[in-house]
């Protein structure tokens, strides 16, 4: 599929794809007989990857060392699962903060709604 049909299936800009594939995120896409970007199902699975990691918090630069190691193939396996465990311990820890933080907004709508109602 062309640039702009990715762009559909992927939510990203075409701008964003070819920044993704300027900076290595996107390596290897195939070029048409006019020497046009196209992409397959499998770059479409990769993105949805690449953005689940950037929504999870890693940051670029992150995704950027995993996708290198991707790259080399079968032998960095051990290497990419501990990135994702260091990260999954990062984002559980986040989802603590954040859960404990709902939880004081949701204690401090609490105590305004009594005071109005008490008004």
């Known amino acids: 599929m062309n640039i702009k049909k990715f762009?559909?299936?992927?939510?990203?800009?075409?701008?964003?794809?070819?920044?993704y594939e300027k900076m290595g995120?996107?390596?290897?896409?195939?070029?048409n007989s006019s020497g046009h970007r196209w992409f397959t199902e499998q770059d479409i699975v990769w993105v949805a990857f690449i953005k689940r990691?950037?929504?999870?918090?890693?940051p670029l630069e992150g995704i950027l060392k995993y996708a290198e190691l991707r790259e080399q193939g079968i032998s960095t396996s051990e290497q990419?699962?501990?990135?994702?465990?260091?990260h999954a311990l990062?984002?559980?820890?986040?989802?603590?903060e954040q859960q404990l933080n709902l939880k004081k907004l949701q204690q401090k709508i609490t105590y305004?709604?009594?005071?109005?109602?008490?008004?």
């Not at 762009?7 to 920044?19: F, Q």
């Not at 990419?80 to 260091?86: A, N, P, S, V």
């Not at 990062?90 to 603590?96: A, D, G, Q, R």
């Not at 305004?112 to 109602?117: L, N, P």
């Open 25 to 31: 995120l996107l390596k290897n896409i195939s070029r």
């Open 7 to 19: 762009s559909e299936a992927t939510k990203l800009t075409a701008y964003t794809v070819r920044y």
């Open 90 to 96: 990062k984002l559980e820890e986040n989802i603590t």
């Open 53 to 58: 990691l950037k929504d999870t918090g890693m």
């Open 80 to 86: 990419r699962m501990k990135m994702l465990q260091d």
């Open 112 to 119: 305004y709604s009594d005071v109005i109602k008490v008004q």
